[in-house]
């Protein structure tokens, strides 16, 4: 199963939180988790939108 098919892990990272009797540490390691996902979704992006100009490109209309 490659990573599109796989079932989406964001619920578990994305979800609003209960933030009552989280320690120093458990808001360290969400927001870590939180900035990961933020660096993969940049990513992501970024890859997409590097396809999109050369697939532009090709279907142009001739000048």
């Known amino acids: ?11 578990a990272v994305l979800a609003p939180r209960h933030y009552d009797g989280w320690s120093v540490g458990d808001f360290a390691a969400h927001l870590e988790a939180l900035r990961v996902e933020i660096a993969r979704a940049e990513a992501a992006r970024a890859a997409k939108q590097a396809s999109l100009s050369p697939a532009a490109a090709f279907f142009r209309p001739p000048a």
């Open 1 to 11: 199963m490659n990573e599109e098919e796989m079932p989406l892990k964001r619920d």
